[in-house]
């Protein structure tokens, strides 16, 4: 939680008192009852998308493509 506190307070500057009042307008505007499947739904988004980005999956090779021949007619002379 240290660092989240540090992230905040550097980047963002909140400090206790804003992250406070933000978690009680939360609480209000979810209620009780909403908060915590709405923080494992943030969580589970959040843990998606590193993993999305950190299994870049590397494209195949192409394949050659092969060509169907028509077979020849004998021209009609």
Do not use: Y
């Amino acid at each position: 939680m240290c660092s989240t506190n540090i992230f905040f307070a550097g980047f963002l500057g909140l400090g206790a008192p804003e992250l406070i009042i933000i978690l009680v307008i939360m609480l209000v505007l979810f209620g009780g009852a909403k908060l915590p499947g709405l923080a494992k739904g943030l969580g589970q988004s959040i843990k998606e998308f590193k993993k999305s980005t950190r299994d870049d999956p590397e494209p195949e090779p192409a394949k050659p493509v092969v060509e169907a021949k028509k077979p020849e007619t004998p021209a009609a002379h």
